[in-house]
C-alpha cells in the first residue's frame, strides 16, 4: 500500500495517539535537564554548645540534623522576640509566649495582627523541648515544624513563609547573623525555624523546690502540704483523682506530661453540650479524640494561668475544683478521668486535699535560664 492510499482519517488517528501517549508521561521524566535541582538541608555552622538540663529533667532531646550552635541559639532569640513575622511587624513570638508570664499567654486566648482573636491559648514554651507533639492539637511534630504554623495562620502573623524570608533578606543585620549561623546563601524558612526551634531548646526550667525536694533529698525544700499533696499526687490506687497516670513522674526525671491526648469536658458548652473545640479528631480523625487535647506539662504551672486550651479556668484552685468535679461529662471524656463525686476520698478530707495539691503544684516553678530573655537584656 503506497503513503498516498492511507486514509487521511489513519494518519490523524495515529498522530493523535503518539500524541496522546507522550503527554501522559510526566514532564520531569521526559528530559532529564528538566528535573528541578535538589536544595541541600540547611545545616549549623559555627560553635557547637551543650543544652545542659537542671535537676528534675532528663537529657534535653537534640536532632541530628540541627545541633545547637552558639550562633544559631543567638539568632532564634533575636527572632522570637522581633515582630518581623507579622505582615505589619507588629507582633512577635514573645507577644503570645510572654517570658513573664512563664512564656505562656496571660491573656484567655491569643490575638493576632490588628488584634484579631484567636480561640486558644499559647502554651508555654518552657520545656517544649520535651513534647513529642506540638500545639494543643499536636498537629506539629517538631519544634522546627511549630515555627511554620503561626507565620502561616491568617489570624495570627497574617504572613507566608516567603514573605518572612524577603524581610529577612532585605535586612542587613540579619543577612550577616544568618551567614554566621548558616553560612552564605538564601535566607529560608528551614534556617528559621531551626534557629528558633534551638532557642526554644534553651528554655528548660528545672531544679524547682520539687525537684529539691524530690530528687535532691532536701526535705526543706517544700513545705508539710506540699508534701501532702505530692503524696496524693502520686497514689496509683486511687479510683478518682489519679494525676499520675497522665502528668510522669519517674524514677530520675519529671516532665510531667506524655504523649497522649485526652477529653477532659473543657471543650463541652455547659449549657448545649456541644463540642465547641474538635482538638485532636480534627488532626488525625479519631473519633474518640474528639474535644481532646494534649496532656500539658505541669511544670511552672504557678506562672501560665490562664489555664486549659481556652483559657477558660483563672486559678489553680478553680483548676482542681474542675478535676475533683471530674471535669464536664461528655460521650467522649477520657478513661483517665477521676469518678464522679470521688468516692474513694472522704467528703470531709476533700477540702484539705485540695488544698495540698495547690501547694504542691506551687512547688513545680523552675529556674529560668538567664539568657532567655529579650537580647540584650
Given at each position: ?192 525555624g531551626k534557629s528558633l526551634a534551638s532557642f526554644e531548646r534553651t528554655l528548660v526550667s528545672g531544679n524547682s523546690p520539687f ?167
Amino acid at each position: 500500500m503506497s503513503a498516498r492510499s492511507i486514509p487521511i482519517a489513519f494518519l490523524v488517528a495515529a498522530l493523535a495517539a503518539v500524541i496522546l501517549a507522550q503527554s501522559a508521561i510526566p514532564i520531569r521524566a521526559r528530559s532529564r535537564n528538566q528535573a528541578p535541582s535538589r536544595v541541600r538541608p540547611a545545616f549549623p555552622i559555627g560553635v557547637p554548645i551543650e543544652i545542659k538540663a537542671p535537676l528534675g529533667l532528663p537529657p534535653v532531646p537534640i536532632p541530628a540534623d540541627n545541633p545547637p550552635t552558639r550562633e544559631t541559639v543567638a539568632l532564634g532569640r533575636k527572632l522570637f522576640f522581633d515582630p518581623i513575622f507579622s505582615r505589619d511587624n507588629s507582633i512577635s513570638c514573645a507577644s503570645c509566649h510572654d517570658p513573664n508570664a512563664g512564656f505562656a499567654d496571660p491573656r484567655t486566648v491569643s490575638l493576632g495582627v490588628g488584634g484579631l482573636r484567636g480561640t486558644r491559648n499559647a502554651p508555654t514554651v518552657l520545656n517544649s523541648a520535651y513534647n513529642e507533639f506540638q500545639f494543643w492539637d499536636g498537629r506539629a511534630a517538631s519544634l522546627e515544624e511549630q515555627a511554620e504554623g503561626p507565620v502561616q495562620n491568617p489570624v495570627e502573623f497574617v504572613h507566608s513563609l516567603a514573605g518572612v524570608e524577603r524581610k529577612l533578606a532585605a535586612n542587613a543585620e540579619y543577612v550577616r547573623l544568618f551567614e554566621e549561623a548558616w553560612g552564605t546563601g538564601k535566607i529560608t524558612y528551614e534556617m528559621v525555624g531551626k534557629s528558633l526551634a534551638s532557642f526554644e531548646r534553651t528554655l528548660v526550667s528545672g531544679n524547682s523546690p520539687f525537684d529539691r525536694y524530690y530528687y535532691g533529698g532536701d526535705e526543706n525544700a517544700i513545705s508539710e502540704s506540699a508534701k501532702r499533696g505530692l503524696r496524693f499526687f502520686l497514689n496509683p490506687s486511687l479510683k478518682a483523682a489519679n494525676c499520675i497516670s497522665c502528668h510522669r513522674i519517674d524514677t530520675h526525671f519529671a516532665t510531667f506530661t506524655e504523649a497522649r491526648f485526652h477529653n477532659t469536658g473543657v471543650a463541652v458548652d455547659p449549657v448545649t453540650r456541644a463540642i465547641l473545640d474538635p482538638g485532636r479528631v480534627a488532626i488525625d480523625g479519631n473519633q474518640r479524640l474528639t474535644g481532646a487535647f494534649r496532656t500539658m506539662t505541669l511544670r511552672d504551672i504557678a506562672l501560665t494561668a490562664p489555664y486549659m486550651h481556652d483559657g477558660s479556668i483563672s486559678t489553680l484552685e478553680e483548676v482542681v475544683d474542675f478535676y475533683f468535679q471530674s471535669g464536664r461529662a461528655n460521650p467522649f471524656l477520657s478513661n483517665d478521668m477521676p469518678r464522679v463525686g470521688l468516692t474513694d476520698i472522704p467528703a470531709g478530707e476533700q477540702p484539705q486535699a485540695k488544698k495540698d495539691l495547690v501547694e504542691f503544684l506551687k512547688t513545680l516553678t523552675g529556674d529560668v535560664p538567664p539568657d532567655s530573655g529579650p537580647p540584650g537584656n
